[in-house]
C-alpha cells in the first residue's frame, strides 16, 4: 500500500473517528495505535477524536490515549472537555422537527426503536432495551429513563436514533427524507437523526477556526458515512480499509483496516516528519 504523503510533512492537527477506524473489531485501541498517537502529541501535533459516540462511551478511550483537549462527540452536535466533564452543545433537535420524524419513523416501520440523546441524559424505549442494543450501540451503563421517546423530547434533544429489525440506516432515512434533519449513520442498522446544520466537517472546521488552523494542515480519519463531510474538509482525507465506498471515494489515502493497525501505520509515517507549514497560514474560511 503506497504511503501516506502528507503535504509539506506532517499535520498540524489529525481527527480521528473511533468504531470502525481506530477501535478494532473488539472495540479495542491496540498498543501500536496508542503508541503511535503518543508519539505525535509528543512531536505537537494535536490529536482530536471526532466521534458519534457520547462522552460517556467515549471518554475512556481519551483518556487511555492520553488525550485531555477537548473533542468532538454526537457527529459534531457536541465538543466536550475531558478536562472538566463540561458539554458545550452546538445544535439540539428543534422539537416539532424531532416529533414529525417519530410520527413518520413509526408509520413506515411499525417495529422501530428509538433511543434520545439529552444535555441531561439518555433514554431508551423498552424495545430497544430489550434488544440489548443499550450498551452496544448507545454506550454502557443504565439510561436516565425508559419509555416513549416522545415523553423526553422536551429536555433536549441532541440527536435521535432509531432502528428496526431487518432494515438498513439507509431504508430508514428514507421515511423522513422531506424533512429538515440531518440524518447519517455509521452501524448499518442505526440512524441518527440531528439538527441539519450539524456534521463532523461543519464541528472540525469550526474548532480549527478557534484555534487558529488551517484546513491545509488537517488529517482525518474515517470509515462510515458519518464521516464524509470531515474526510472532504480536511485537507488530507484518509479512509480505512474497511471504509464504505462513499467514504474511500472521498479519502485522498486508503491506508490498511481497523484491524490491522491502518491507522497507526500512517501515523506513524509522520511521526519524524515535520509539521505542513500550512498551520501558519493565514485560516481559510472553507
Known amino acids: 500500500m503506497a504511503a501516506a504523503c502528507f503535504p509539506g510533512g506532517a499535520p498540524r492537527l489529525v481527527a480521528l473517528d ?9 472495540k479495542r485501541v491496540s498498543a501500536r495505535s496508542r503508541a ?46 475531558p478536562a472538566t466533564g463540561a458539554l458545550a452543545v452546538r445544535h439540539h433537535l428543534e422539537p416539532g422537527v424531532a416529533r414529525e420524524a417519530l410520527a413518520r419513523l413509526r408509520n413506515a416501520f411499525p417495529t422501530v426503536g428509538v433511543g434520545l440523546e439529552s444535555d441531561h441524559g439518555w433514554y431508551l424505549e423498552p424495545e430497544v432495551l430489550a434488544r440489548r442494543e443499550a450498551e452496544a450501540r448507545l454506550g454502557p ?26 432494515r438498513s440506516a439507509a431504508e430508514l432515512a428514507e421515511a423522513v427524507a422531506a424533512l429538515p434533519v440531518g440524518r ?19 464541528a472540525l472546521a ?9 484546513r491545509r494542515a488537517v488529517a482525518a480519519f474515517g470509515d462510515q458515512r458519518n464521516d464524509v463531510e470531515m474526510i472532504r474538509w480536511a485537507g ?5 480499509a474497511n471504509a464504505s ?11 490498511g483496516s481497523n484491524d490491522d493497525d491502518g491507522v497507526a501505520a500512517v501515523l506513524e509515517s509522520w511521526c519524524g516528519a515535520p509539521t505542513t507549514d500550512a498551520a501558519h497560514r493565514p485560516p481559510t474560511n472553507g
Do not use: Q
Open 236 to 240: 488530507f482525507g484518509v479512509a480505512v
Open 184 to 202: 447519517t449513520w455509521s452501524a448499518g442498522g442505526l440512524l441518527e437523526l440531528l439538527d441539519p446544520r450539524v456534521d463532523k466537517g461543519a
Open 245 to 255: 465506498e462513499e467514504v474511500r471515494a472521498a479519502a485522498d489515502h486508503v491506508a
Open 18 to 26: 473511533l468504531d470502525g477506524t481506530l477501535l478494532t473489531s473488539d
Open 141 to 166: 451503563g443504565a439510561p436516565t429513563d425508559v419509555g416513549p421517546a416522545e415523553r423526553f423530547i422536551d429536555a433536549g434533544a441532541i440527536k435521535l436514533l432509531a432502528s428496526a429489525e431487518g
Open 36 to 81: 503511535a498517537v503518543g508519539a505525535l502529541v509528543a512531536r505537537g501535533v494535536t490529536v482530536m477524536l471526532c466521534t458519534g459516540r457520547p462522552p460517556r462511551s467515549s471518554r475512556a478511550y481519551a483518556a487511555e490515549l492520553g488525550l485531555t483537549d477537548p473533542y468532538i462527540c454526537f457527529n459534531g452536535a457536541a465538543v466536550y472537555h
Open 206 to 214: 469550526e474548532r480549527c477556526s478557534v484555534a487558529g488552523i488551517d
